[in-house]
C-alpha cells in the first residue's frame, strides 16, 4: 500500500470514541505527550492497544507450547494437515 492509499484507507476507516479518564490518569497522558513519546491522546491509546494485543498474543502463543509439550500439539507436516 502506498502512503498515498494508506492515509485514504485510514481517514476513511477510523471511528470517534469518547473515553472518561480520572485526572490522575489524564495526567499520565499528558506527561508521555509533553515528553515527546506521543503526539496526541489518540496516539496513545493506539499504542496502549497494540501493546495489549501483543501481549494478548504472546499469551496465547506461550498457552500453545505449553499443549504442545504435553502431547497435546499437532506438528504440522505441510497446509494439507490443517484439514
Given at each position: ?45 493506539r ?21 504442545f ?15
Amino acid at each position: 500500500m502506498t502512503s498515498c492509499n494508506t492515509l485514504y484507507y485510514n481517514s476513511i476507516m477510523r471511528n470517534i470514541i469518547n473515553i472518561s479518564l480520572p485526572e490522575e490518569l489524564n495526567k499520565v497522558v499528558e506527561r508521555a505527550m509533553r515528553k515527546g513519546k506521543f503526539a496526541s491522546k489518540s496516539e496513545f491509546f493506539r499504542n496502549l492497544i497494540r501493546l495489549w494485543e501483543e501481549g494478548k498474543l504472546f499469551s496465547d502463543l506461550q498457552e500453545s507450547e505449553k499443549e504442545f509439550a504435553a502431547g497435546k500439539g499437532k506438528k504440522l507436516r505441510s497446509l494439507v494437515d490443517l484439514r
